[in-house]
């Protein structure tokens, strides 16, 4: 059975869509520690970061810094920090959060609600100032 990260890739789940190219896809999370929150997903299903293959997991990488270089430059934050956790959804993939401090990528039990019209504004802002 396919993972919801495979579902929202294959166009059977709606995602707040920030970058995608022919392997990788970068979206908002929907329960975000803060603004801008995104979690940046190989389209190939693999349930461990470290199990890709090396040119797959290169290019998770650097799609990523593409990613979190949009995000700062939409987002006001000091840094995008990166982080991999997630043992509910059998997909590798990485968060990226901008902080303003290290507990706002640290303190993932404080979840923010925004509503869909502010999920599609922020989306569409940070994949304009991706390159």
Same mark, same amino acid.
């Given at each position: 059975m396919a993972s919801i990260f495979s579902k929202i890739v294959n166009g059977e789940i709606p995602a707040y869509k920030v970058a995608e190219d022919e392997h990788y896809f970068a979206f908002l999370d929907i329960f975000p520690v803060v603004k801008g929150h995104t979690l940046v997903i190989p389209k190939k299903e693999v349930d461990y970061l470290f199990d890709?293959?090396? $040119?797959?997991?290169?290019?998770?990488?650097?799609?990523?810094?593409?990613?979190? &270089?949009?995000?700062? &430059?939409?987002?006001?934050?000091?840094?995008?920090?990166?982080?991999?956790?997630?043992? $509910?959804?059998?997909?590798?993939?990485?968060?990226?959060?901008?902080?303003?401090?290290?507990?706002?990528?640290?303190?993932?039990?404080?979840?923010?609600?925004?509503?869909p019209e502010e999920f599609q504004e922020i989306a569409k802002l940070i994949a304009a100032n991706i390159d």
């Open positions: 890709l293959d090396d $040119e797959l997991y290169t290019g998770l990488q650097l799609f990523a810094k593409k990613v979190a &270089k949009g995000i700062q &430059k939409t987002i006001p934050c000091q840094k995008v920090g990166v982080m991999v956790l997630g043992l $509910e959804v059998p997909h590798a993939h990485i968060h990226l959060v901008p902080m303003q401090t290290e507990a706002d990528l640290l303190n993932f039990s404080k979840k923010q609600k925004f509503s």
